[in-house]
DNA sequence: GTGAAAGCGCTAACAA
DNA sequence: TTGTTAGCGCTTTCAC
């Protein structure tokens, strides 16, 4: 005999009440209720979620894309998401894409375990034909990007206006953008929100002072150690570096004391997330702070709404800009 | 009609005949399997994980419990967990119960969900309670204390060896030690491993050296940073520290800065793990190197055998002592 | 070598 | 208000 026979039982009700009472699905009158609980806390008998899911077609299990675990934001995201999460009742799985050779069979595997929804938070062309699929399993998918579902990012405009204007008022006028990713596939917003600033405020525009990503593409600190060194090598004559992200501009940092520069004295330095360590560095590193609580809770609650079939909107979360001592004063002429 | 019993007629076969190919659970005949195959691809079939679950008692998942997803430590090792998990059609679910109040629910919920083994990455004693009931519930556990399942852990009796042996040779005799986590609850055997070598070289034995955690418990910049501030308020006179993990050594680096402090003319400073960013500090920092790829794959495999119930017994991967930058001769005493 | 049928633990009509 | 029952999609004896 099952616990659940034994519960139902034990409380002198049928199954099926048991189920309604642990649901909240129908009224139980408040006596049967109290005896259900009893049985179900003697019994310490736990519903077995597959066997619902199995019902209901709903897994109460969520995912979130990811493609670089490492980089603190991501984490932070995840962290905020998971909290929200666990307070529906829900579970998400984190998957780290960049670790497998990403030809979708992880994306098919989560398609079926029935999951309810995804949360892309870096997108890959690579993605595209697991989420083509998994959308039209009837899966809700909020994303980085407007290719897919619905869009939750980060509005870089606002900080990146701040930045600018706030390098335009120390006197730089060539500012660097070093990538990690490719701007293309997976960069645009930010890109473009850095672009304009630099029109905005009459700045050097100059494909020298771009530094695109090149594949396997990776935002890390390698990226902005290599990014720093080209543009060095170009002679890019900037008296500032935009790093995409922390990580990129924690290499640039190193790249540059290699070279026996110092920041800022002979050049400022900006990344972007804000993650915890930006402010231990040395000099502390300036920075776009993105929400990253915000963010993951916004998610979840996104693919909520989605999935009681609410409607749902686009989400831009807005960033802001934040000066450390890794920005100042032009004190020589560009590098 | 389901898709299932589409590509059962498609291929003129039983339902269990599909089953059978898909899981190679019984020997086909070859035009039987291709015929079917070929429904599969057809009608782009995939059977349900769940329904299988249901079944079989077994959910392909498995979970790894963290209490600081934000250290690139754990993301490191979550990631070859998962790699090595895809390999064998296992998903992953990274749980980092640092974002909740961790009563237990989450550990509940896996239960509910099925789940295969779990991977204790960072223990609390707040976990005993769902864990014992996991394990009693035939959920196979690796974890990095003996408390629980079979131990999964770093040894680092070797790698602090070697550090000390260095320290003593380069003049150093005393030592600190800041934890950052309770050194009681989770911190065991980095502690008597460290104990150990003071010993073992003759360096000085003094409790104003130690730097234990307080609540809450958590090893990053911030405890690294407060514990440097207090050894110097202590007058610990050290020579040299020892931060549990790469995160507070950071936070170390900064405090001494802010002090006026110079690493390592004024001190030598040691973190462990080796993350990715240590070697990009200023100056690159020391560590102990932990194999976080090895330790994420043996996690699995160790999960798997025990699935299999195979015989699996604990396992220490010996970790490294690498000299960078921040570590050289003693050249003033102790701050 | 292949298929028929029972049943995994639960929910949701529908009956009572 | 509560109970009966029919599946959810799959695996797995057990016949054939």
Redesign the interface.
């Known amino acids: 005999m099952s616990i659940r026979q034994q519960v139902a039982l034990a409380a002198g009700v049928s199954e099926a009440t048991v189920s309604h009472v642990v649901n909240k699905s129908k009224y139980v009158s408040p006596e049967l209720e109290a005896r259900v609980l009893a049985a179900i806390k003697k019994y310490d008998y736990?519903?077995?979620?597959?066997?619902r899911?199995?019902v209901t077609k709903r897994?109460n299990?969520v995912a979130m894309l990811v493609n670089d675990?490492?980089n603190?934001r991501y984490?932070?995201i995840?962290?905020?998401m998971?909290?929200t999460a666990?307070n529906y009742?829900y579970?998400?799985?984190?998957?780290?894409f960049?670790?497998?050779e990403m030809d979708n069979?992880?994306v098919?595997?989560?398609?079926?375990?029935?999951i309810d929804g995804i949360f892309v938070a870096t997108y890959t062309d690579d993605l595209k034909p697991a989420l083509d699929k998994a959308m039209s399993s009837g899966i809700k998918v909020i994303s980085a990007v407007k290719e897919f579902g619905i869009v939750l990012n980060t509005d870089y405009v606002p900080s990146l206006d701040e930045m600018m204007k706030d390098l335009k008022g120390l006197g730089h006028e060539r500012v660097a953008y070093i990538s990690g990713y490719s701007i293309k596939e997976s960069q645009h917003s930010k890109f473009e929100a850095f672009k304009s600033a630099v029109r905005k405020y009459g700045m050097e525009e100059d494909t020298a002072l771009i530094v695109d990503g090149k594949p396997p593409y990776r935002a890390?600190?390698r990226a902005g150690?290599d990014g720093a060194k080209e543009l060095l090598e170009r002679k890019a004559r900037m008296t500032a570096i935009f790093a995409v992200n922390d990580?990129a501009a924690?290499?640039v940092?190193?790249a540059l004391?290699e070279e026996g520069l110092h920041v800022p004295e002979d050049i400022s330095i900006v990344g972007c997330d804000n993650?915890?360590?930006a402010e231990?560095?040395?000099p502390p590193l300036s920075t776009l702070d993105v929400p990253k609580e915000k963010m993951g809770e916004a998610a979840m609650k996104m693919l909520l709404k989605l999935m009681k079939k609410e409607p749902c909107e686009d989400v831009w979360i807005p960033s802001e800009y934040i000066r450390r001592k890794s920005v100042s004063l032009v004190k020589r002429e560009g590098v």
């Open positions: 736990h519903p077995s979620t597959i066997a899911s199995m897994s299990h675990l490492k603190p984490a932070a995840a962290e905020a998971q909290k666990a009742g579970i998400v799985s984190i998957i780290d960049n670790s497998f069979n992880q098919m595997d989560l398609i079926s375990r029935n890390d600190f150690y990580l924690i290499g940092l190193a004391r993650i915890d360590m231990f560095m040395d």
